[in-house]
């Protein structure tokens, strides 16, 4: 995997860029550039973070998505646009379409999120309509491509698309020209391509020696396997959880780019994503959506070669809806070893409860989940018991305890499809 591997059909050149750069004035806003005190001093290094989370959608998508649409013709401006999408593409194409004036139909999943929903009709106004079917993204995009063969209306694809990555190439070109300094490192979200292949195009051509890292979720690694492959993969199966970076198959156009900009594609935990938005919320005052932890989350797997290297991070958005929290932070803990699901065997008799509490559980150990019911005809009964301890190292004392004391009856951390049941 390297800089130099293969050949593209399309490569963005910096006047395309450029040019992009000059459409989105006055629409899209120059983000900061802006050092992280904290990180910085975490990895010895100077650790600069793009705050694409404060851009105006409150994420970089309008980038691309007004770069695509500000340069149809008028003929295809006159028959309105359409597009698929679940997130913060379709935010971005429907203040895109308020700004220009120009009628545009999303098609969302009807599963998707009151918040979102309500996030594109505020952007939009009057210029958008909204169409809410199907189960899944696949559904709206089916829909999206049906409706623009029948009306020959433009498609505005998330990320395969060259107006669209030039769009996304401009944050690329707000970092150099706000760096008084080389950048060493830099470590990009990777989700359809989309930023990835721009920003990394920029860069290729502007700061060839900078090391670009793009970094995908765990359950969702399309761009690392299709350059391990040297062909587009589409992945079985993906965990959506890191919405705005999960996708099956990374687009065309972005793929025959990134192969050839990207030193590494590497890989971050859902788990470990969650750690790092809770981190950058209660140390840095920064609210980031789990697609906008990936490039921070990155830095330890490249601590000791960052150290005393600038660094830039690329935060994407931050349009996280706050009841996702609390499954935020189950899975932070989780990854941290910090909370365990057994299955506890309860002597139906009085006082055992007591027991467990008093001669099981540790002096910081807390009981946060516990389903009990009660059977007359057994000698023992069945819990589903959630602790959450104080430190990793309590772990195996506490089971040492049950063990010893016949409340062990299973260890579920391990029953994935179980547990997402009870978390």
């Known amino acids: 995997m390297g800089k130099n591997s293969g050949s593209v059909q399309y490569f963005p050149e910096i006047s395309d860029m450029e040019k992009a750069w000059l459409r989105l004035k006055g629409v899209s806003v120059p983000t900061p550039l802006a050092k992280n005190l904290r990180l910085s001093r975490d990895y010895g290094a100077d650790i600069l973070l793009k705050r694409e989370d404060l851009q105006t959608v409150r994420s970089y998508k309008i980038r691309g998505a007004y770069n695509k649409i500000a340069s149809l013709t008028e003929e295809e401006r006159g028959r309105g646009i359409v597009c698929a999408s679940a997130g913060n593409h379709a935010q971005g194409v429907a203040y895109a379409c308020h700004l220009l004036n120009i009628k545009g139909t999303i098609f969302m999943p009807s599963t998707t999120p009151k918040q979102k929903v309500a996030q594109v009709e505020m952007f939009g106004e009057d210029w ?61 979200p990777v989700g359809g391509g989309g930023l990835a292949s721009g920003v990394s195009a920029a860069f290729h051509h502007l700061s060839p020696q900078t090391k670009i890292i793009g970094v995908e979720p765990a359950g969702a690694p399309a761009m690392k396997q299709s350059i391990e492959a040297g062909h587009r993969v589409e992945l079985e ?112 008799r009085a006082g055992a409860l007591k027991d467990f509490v008093v001669k099981v559980l540790g002096p910081d150990d807390d009981i946060t989940y516990f389903q009990y019911t009660k059977k007359n005809a057994r000698e023992t009964g ?33 029953n994935l499809p179980l547990l997402q049941l009870l978390t």
Request: hydrophobic share 40%; charged share 30%.
């Open 128 to 188: 958008v309509e909204i169409v809410l079917k199907g189960d899944v993204f696949d559904d709206a995009k089916h829909l999206a491509n049906s409706f623009a063969e029948e009306w020959e209306c433009p498609v505005i694809h998330p990320f395969d698309d060259r107006r669209v990555i030039e769009g996304q190439g401009t944050v690329g070109l707000e970092i150099l020209r706000s760096c008084d300094q080389p950048v060493d490192y830099l470590f990009l």
């Open 237 to 348: 199966k993906i965990d959506k959880f890191v919405d705005g970076a999960a996708v099956r198959r990374v687009g065309e156009l972005n793929f025959d780019i990134c192969k050839k900009t990207l030193t590494n594609v590497v890989t971050v935990e859902e788990g470990e994503a969650c750690q790092t938005i809770l981190k950058l919320y209660n140390r840095d005052a920064i609210v980031v959506e789990p697609a906008g932890s990936l490039s921070i989350a990155a830095l330890e797997q490249y601590r000791d070669e960052i150290e005393g290297k600038t660094v830039v991070a690329v935060v994407s958005g931050s349009n996280n809806d706050i009841s996702r929290m609390e499954e935020i932070k189950e899975r932070a803990l989780l990854h941290a070893g910090l909370k365990h699901y057994f299955l506890v065997m309860f002597p139906q």
């Open 382 to 414: 069945a819990a589903v018991v959630g602790v959450e301890l104080k430190r990793k190292s309590d772990f195996d004392p506490l089971l040492e305890r049950m063990k010893t004391l016949n409340f062990f009856g299973g260890y579920l951390n391990e």
